[in-house]
């Protein structure tokens, strides 16, 4: 219930993403309609649409600048691999992969880096989900046709992000959904202390996951490898150590495979190029945006469905094609699940203990900005959206070990001494991320009230929280010790 609730409270950002979704449709129908492009620019045009409204939402007009300037450019390299696909398979194979593990490892340089490299894999995930070559071969009005679609992918990545831009204001002014104040940003990212950094470590996870996925797949698969690597892809995006990969796997696996199910059924009812398909895409990625906030195994579902739908709408809805699909999903998760666990393994609970000091970091940067003399509000609304931040970076990892702590419940796992500590680490784990959430509402009243002198009782209870949180984090038998 508690997670029907969360997600019922974000309905009405589901509606503007959903505002997005039909504009960038229709913006890359007409572009494929002026130009005769071919539907892919319309599925870049969605894809990037979709992607951009979820990093678009806190950034400043700084950062949309930036993302102005360095999306078509990316966008124009990625149509260039797009073709290379079709021309030089194992070329294009070969930078997909070093281009993503790229993005991951940029995350090393902090903020900056970590924008780059989430707009660096935006494009990609368009190129995964489309099943025609990105670039036709021949020439288009005069035009070689490289240059000609190159051009075009700018122009629709410019396209999406300015629908985002606009529907993102317009939802502001309108009450659709909260201003959101930029939160300040670090000077220099952390360094970990470990020998290799988490973000080489992720960026070789993610550059092998995907190149023995695409081995795999050429192999095994063709010419329907895209599913296994797509999979690759899925599950180890947001990789946050080896136990949050495995946790999420069985969430990614297990929707993957419903929602496959379910749309290879549906598509043999639909005729090639049937208008209704896309009806049923465009439904299917909106609610699927919206159900991500419970679980991303329904967001999972819901890509896999409308991969599905669209492959039928081009013509493949063999019901055939169901068996293979479901072997290269349960392929693709197990090679990426035994990746991240044996191949410079991340421990999930550094993970944790990273998220929890950060969030500490906010409380006590936002404590001192409200007891400041005189207090600024704009700074006391900037430290609270600081922690806002660090919030919802916690509940990344907080999943994982929610469903860890259930696990552990189970009567066999107390049979074992390994078991019962096991259990006893994972319910101090829990308790720390609830103590940080617990948190949350206190500092909305102060932060509400950072133009009065109430506050005390508030301060109060953050307080208490906090040493919550500091006393799991020096508890040597914790589960983040």
């Given at each position: ?21 039909l ?9 494929d ?12 045009t ?41 021309e ?17 490892w ?31 071969s ?74 023995l ?11 329907h490898w ?6 690759a ?22 929707g ?66 169901l ?11 197990a090679?990426t ?97 609830e ?47």
């Amino acid at each position: 219930m508690a997670s029907l609730s969360y997600a019922l409270r974000n309905i009405r950002p589901a509606l503007l993403q959903a505002a997005v979704v039909l504009a960038c449709f229709g913006s890359g129908l007409a572009l494929d309609h002026l130009e005769q492009l071919g539907p892919t620019i319309v599925v870049l045009t969605v894809v990037l649409g979709m992607t951009l409204g979820r990093t678009q939402r806190h950034g400043g007009l700084r950062r949309r600048l930036e993302t102005l300037v360095t999306l078509p450019l990316i966008s124009v390299a990625c149509t260039e691999i797009g073709r290379l696909f079709a021309e030089h398979p194992n070329v294009a194979d070969t930078l997909f992969t070093a281009a993503l593990a790229l993005s991951i490892w940029l995350r090393r340089f902090g903020p900056a880096g970590r924008r780059l490299g989430t707009l660096m894999a935006l494009p990609f995930i368009a190129l995964l989900v489309t099943p025609v070559p990105v670039l036709p071969s021949g020439l288009v009005a005069g035009m070689p046709t490289v240059g000609h679609s190159m051009l075009w992918s700018a122009v629709a990545a410019v396209i999406a992000f300015g629908w985002v831009w606009v529907c993102q204001e317009l939802g502001e002014r309108i009450g659709l959904v909260g201003a959101l104040p930029t939160a300040p940003e670090a000077s220099a990212p952390r360094r970990s202390k470990a020998r290799i950094q988490p973000s080489t470590r992720m960026a070789v996870q993610t550059g092998l996951s995907l190149g023995l996925a695409f081995l795999i797949g050429r192999w095994a698969f063709a010419p329907h490898w895209s599913w296994i690597v797509l999979t690759a892809f899925v599950v180890n995006s947001g990789n946050r150590g080896r136990g949050d990969v495995a946790y999420k796997c069985l969430q990614r696996i297990f929707g993957a495979c419903v929602g496959t199910v379910a749309a290879t059924l549906l598509a043999g009812t639909f005729a090639p190029r049937d208008d209704v398909a896309v009806v049923g895409i465009l439904v299917v990625l909106i609610v699927g945006g919206w159900l991500r906030t419970i679980s991303y195994a329904y967001w999972a579902g819901c890509v896999t469905s409308m991969l599905s739908l669209l492959q039928g709408y081009f013509g493949e809805t063999h019901i055939g094609l169901l068996g293979e699909r479901l072997e290269q999903i349960l392929i693709g998760g197990a090679l990426t699940v035994a990746v991240a666990w044996f191949v410079l393994p991340i421990k999930s609970t550094a993970v944790l203990r990273r998220r929890l000091a950060d969030a500490l970091t906010a409380l006590g940067a936002f404590t001192e900005a409200f007891r400041a003399t005189p207090r600024d509000p704009e700074q006391v609304r900037a430290r609270h959206a600081a922690f806002l931040d660090a919030l919802a970076e916690l509940g990344k990892v907080a999943p994982t070990f929610q469903g860890l702590r259930r696990l552990s419940a189970l009567p066999m796992v107390g049979l074992t001494r390994a078991g019962r500590r096991g259990r006893e680490r994972m319910q101090a784990a829990v308790a720390a991320i609830e103590a940080v959430r617990a948190c949350a509402p206190p500092l909305e009243a102060l932060a509400g009230a950072a133009q009065t002198d109430a506050g005390g009782e508030h301060l109060r209870q953050v307080k208490g929280h906090a040493a919550t949180v500091r006393g799991v984090l020096k508890a040597p038998e914790s589960a983040l010790a």
